[in-house]
């Protein structure tokens, strides 16, 4: 049994004491003992690939905050690097692929990669829950087949994504074939991530905001839907829930919600109340403060925080969060201080 499921409880809209939160990339550079460990597996990889070192970041921020969630230590580029395209990381530069996807032949031999390929995730994943002790449930997850597709073509990160979008559209026809490929293999790598332990599972949309209108339900958000409706939602009689956050895509919130997904994560585009109308009772939303005002003062913070729990209102179906990622340049001391404002405020709500 969990010892704190409030997290899991907002997600499914059941009442709650406090709204839970838990902060995207909440294991990283910010903190001094994540680039300690990090610089003992030698590099950003073998620290995904060694399930103890995994393990020992994924609980760091734990320890330093009362944080209601655990988020697996790994990446989403995991994926296409197992299917082959080499995954590396160029100091300061970000990921890169060795082998990029950019003739025909390369899209057409695209293959969903055996899961043993991914054992390592898997792995981390198992060695996470036993060393959680059901402290706080754990999150799987994966990129969205649109994201991998990004990184996929253009080879690395992409300012105007050139070679996706080309390719979006002079040759849909390929798009649509490495979209699908991705998809697949999605499903069967949450559905391991499940297996192994998972009890939540979230996909990063990092990039589908950058679609136009219409071609993100096409090459986006269809290919979520399919792996919402692929994946295991119960185990051991306990709910999985799924997190679908795309970011920019506070337009579609009502599209999003109706994939069957049981919550959005919302980047800080969006109010809380407005998406909260839109939704209705569809699904939780997840988010959405600015990661950038971490870097002010706590009494500056504490007055966001406010702001965000009075704009999302009474009862349960929040997950307080990031609208992206936390940066490398943030005060952990300023972080403490969110997580502290939220659970102290959020009370008053439920
Ligand atoms: O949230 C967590 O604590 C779990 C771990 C996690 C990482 N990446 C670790 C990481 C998660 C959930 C991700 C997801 C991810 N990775 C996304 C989607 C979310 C988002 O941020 O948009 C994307 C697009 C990636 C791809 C990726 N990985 C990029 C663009 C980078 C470089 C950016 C940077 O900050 O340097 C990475 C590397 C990466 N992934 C780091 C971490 C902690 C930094 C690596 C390091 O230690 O040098």
Redesign the pocket.
């Known amino acids: 049994m969990l010892k704190n499921d409030t997290f899991l409880r907002a997600l499914q809209r059941q009442p709650v004491d406090y709204t839970p939160v838990w902060l995207?990339?909440?294991?990283?550079?910010y903190l001094p003992e994540?680039c300690a460990t990090?610089k003992v597996a030698g590099s950003?990889l073998q620290?995904c690939k060694s399930k103890e070192l995994a393990t020992e970041v994924t609980l760091q921020p734990l320890e330093r905050f009362p944080l209601d969630a655990a988020?697996?230590?790994?990446?989403?580029?995991t994926v296409p690097d197992a299917m082959g395209l080499g995954l590396y990381?160029a100091e300061g530069e970000?990921?890169k692929f060795e082998r990029p996807l950019r003739d025909e032949a390369a899209i057409k031999a695209l293959a969903v990669p055996d899961m043993h390929e991914l054992q390592y995730v898997f792995d981390a994943v198992s060695s996470i829950r036993a060393a959680l002790d059901n402290r706080v449930p754990l999150i799987g997850?994966s990129?969205s087949p649109f994201?991998l597709a990004c990184?996929m073509i253009e080879g690395g990160?992409s300012d105007d994504f050139r070679r996706v979008k080309t390719m979006m559209y002079d040759r849909p026809d390929l798009l649509h074939h490495i979209l699908e490929i991705n998809a697949l293999t999605v499903i069967d790598y949450l559905n391991a991530q499940i297996d192994a332990g998972a009890q939540a599972v979230q996909i990063?949309d990092?990039w589908g905001g950058a679609l136009a209108y219409g071609k993100y339900q096409e090459f986006s958000l269809a290919y979520m839907s399919k792996i919402v409706a692929g994946l295991k939602r119960e185990k051991d009689g306990q709910r999985i829930p799924v997190i679908l956050f795309t970011?920019g895509g506070g337009q579609w919130l009502e599209d999003l919600a109706a994939t069957g997904c049981d919550a959005l994560g919302l980047d800080w585009t969006v109010n809380l109340a407005e998406a909260r109308r839109r939704v209705g009772d569809k699904v939780a939303l997840q988010g959405n403060f600015d990661p950038n005002a971490l870097f002010a003062k706590p009494v500056a913070i504490e007055q966001e925080v406010k702001r965000l729990l009075a704009d999302y209102g009474n009862g349960s179906g929040h997950v307080f969060n990031l609208g992206?990622?936390i940066s490398?340049f943030t005060n952990p001391e300023h972080v403490a201080a969110l997580v502290e404002a939220v659970h102290r405020h959020s009370k008053a709500y439920k």
Do not use: C, V
């Open positions: 995207m990339r909440q294991a990283g550079r994540y990090r950003f620290l988020i697996l230590f790994s990446d989403i580029l990381f970000g990921p997850f990129g994201t990184y990160g990063f990092t970011k992206h990622g490398q």
